[in-house]
Structure formats: C-alpha cells, structure tokens
C-alpha cells in the first residue's frame, strides 16, 4: 500500500488503478540513547527514510506526483536531480511504464551514480565514458540520462519545448503532498516530539511535514531546517553564524533560487522553529558519530540533521525530545 494508506487523509484522491507503490513509507523511528547521552539528552529519535524502497524520502513524494499525472493522462516527465529523485523517479517511472527523461550534473558523486544505475539495471558502469555523454538511452526502458553542467535550465527548456511534466519539487504544488505521510507515521511514533530537524533543499518536505501535522493534529513541533555554508538560502534568515564555502559535502542541497523561502521560513517561524546553517567539518563529524553511537552509515545529506541539532544545542535553544529526519543514503 506504501503511501496509500493514508489516503483518506489527502485532500486529492487517485483512483487504485494509478497508484504506484514500490513499498515507501511506513519507515522506522527509534531512539537512540547512546547517541542522546552524548550530546546531552534522554532522547534522540531517527526517522530512516534511509530506508525507504529507492533509498531516500523522494520516494514519498514521486509516488504521488507521478500517480497524480498518471491519472490526468500524462506519461512523459521530466526531471533534474542530484541524485536522489531522480533515483526515485527511474524506480516508479520503471513501473508504471512512463516515459522519463532525467537531467544529471555531469559532477554527480559515484556512489549516488552508481545508484542511479543500479535503479536502471544497468551493469556496466563506464565512469570514464558516461560523463561525457549527452544521452544515453537504457537497456530496453523509456529512459534517457542527459550529464549536462546545467541540468536544471536543461531540464526546464526541454519540459517547455515538448510539454512534458516537470517534476520539479520547488514549484510542483504536488510534490510536497507525499511528504504529508512522515508526520502522519511520527504523530503515533514520537507523540511527545518538541522538534525536528530536517535537511532542506527546495522546502518541499518542510511544507508537507508541516502540512501533515496540521491535518492529523492541529499542532506542530517546532521544525529545524538545516542547510550547508555553499547552499543556505532559507536557514541563513535565521543563522549568520557561518562562514560562506563554494564547495560541500551534501550535494542534495542544490536550490539557489529558493522559490518556496517565504512559504517555508513562515511555517518553520510559525512552528516556533529555527533554521541552521553547517559546514563540512561539521557534516563530517556528524556521521562520524552517527556510525560510532548508532552504527548507522549514512550519507551527508542525512548527516545534516545531527549536525543542526548540535548547532541548536551550542546556542542553548531548549531541546528535549528531537526527531532527526535522515532523509537519504
């Protein structure tokens, strides 16, 4: 059932015959008391949208854009990525038959590349070769991988030019409307939560965790976003405490343009919450010490929950039961 059992709470049903599932949500939540102890509270809990079918909490969100579109008669999409939707979007598209078009930076990491292509079923990785590739077609699905040092303007004009959906979570009112789900799990896993820490990009997930307490529970806890010293158009409203880098680890945090910024810094405000802004250091000691104290091997991009809850905590803001979303590989 995946995200579709919650169905009676989205305002815009899909008929069962356009749902597409690949098993997402429904993702663990538990405490970790070694790592609580160690920064100084009774309790740390981690939502592992790790473990979610594709590997991040995109999956929440493609399964019900794509569905939606389905339904209204579209086939043919668009997206650009850093990775992780676009990994999403190859595993949903795969089966529902859709045609997909996925626009890549030529300087993606290895490992989410890697990734990528297992999600394709291809086998072979020439990473000497691909990069250098315009468009390569895949095995016998509807797929095409464009490597572009400007994917997202790429992917833009080529939506516009063939009229094809853009799954773009900055400005797609449906792509937040997945993300409803996670508050929907943690109102019954974590009643007590005062606060939760969410890696923000566009704000997309910001607005449907905000979005979905609201419809379950009226109330919120106060949300966190953090963001990266390269990357900070939104947390930096609310943290100067940084100095600016042209390079970080976390290369899912790509959105310069920020077209959401008022819409999530009045909900993160209204939550009572704040924003945060790390750096590589920071990151880097983070999964550190998410491996030493829960043996979980993350990516950056997860790592960035840890790593503004212990900025939080550095600037005294009172905390005691936090929620960690560690959005991805």
């Known amino acids: ?54 590997g991040s909490f995109k ?8 569905s939606s579109y389905l339904q209204s008669g579209k086939k043919d999409f668009v997206i650009s990525s850093s990775g992780n939707a676009a990994i999403s979007a190859i595993g949903y598209c795969r089966k529902s038959n859709c045609r997909l078009h996925v626009y890549i930076s030529n300087k993606i990491p290895d490992d989410k590349l890697i990734r ?16 250098s590739r315009e468009v390569k077609k895949i095995n016998k699905l509807d797929l095409t991988l464009n490597f572009s040092s400007k994917a997202k303007s790429d992917a833009l004009k080529f939506s516009r030019k063939k009229g094809f959906v853009y799954l773009r979570g900055s400005t797609d ?4 409307v997945g993300y409803k789900t996670i508050s929907y799990e943690l109102v019954k896993q974590v009643p007590n939560a005062d606060s939760i820490f969410i890696p923000c990009s ?49 290369s899912a945090i790509s959105d310069r343009v920020a077209l959401r910024k008022d819409q999530v810094t009045n909900l993160v405000t209204k939550s009572g919450g704040s924003g945060w802004v790390v750096g590589d ?3 880097e000691e983070a999964r550190r010490i998410l491996f030493e ?3 979980i091997k993350t990516s950056y991009d997860s790592a960035l929950s840890l790593a503004g809850l212990k900025k939080a905590l550095l600037n005294k803001v009172d905390i005691k039961v936090p929620i960690l979303i560690l959005s991805g590989k």
Not at 4 to 16: A, G, I, K, T
Not at 173 to 176: E, I, R
Not at 204 to 229: E, M, W
């Open 1 to 54: 059932m995946g995200i579709w059992s919650y169905r009676h709470l989205f305002s815009q049903n899909v008929d069962p015959k356009f749902r597409l599932s690949l098993g997402e949500g429904n993702t663990p939540c538990t405490n970790c008391s070694t790592l609580a102890k160690h920064m100084g509270l009774k309790y740390i809990y981690l939502k592992r949208e790790d473990q979610n079918p594709t």
């Open 59 to 66: 999956d929440r969100s493609i399964a019900y854009q794509i």
């Open 116 to 131: 990528v292509f297992e999600t394709a079923y291809i086998e072979e990785i020439d990473f000497a070769g691909i990069r």
């Open 173 to 176: 009112d449906l792509a937040p």
């Open 202 to 250: 566009s704000g997309a997930s910001t607005i449907g965790i905000y979005s979905g307490f609201y419809d379950v529970d009226k109330q919120c806890p106060r949300l966190h976003i953090v963001q990266t010293t390269k990357i900070h158009p939104m947390s930096s409203i609310y943290d100067q405490k940084f100095e600016g880098t042209q390079s970080s680890l976390s």
């Open 281 to 283: 250091d920071e990151l």
């Open 293 to 295: 104290a829960c043996k």
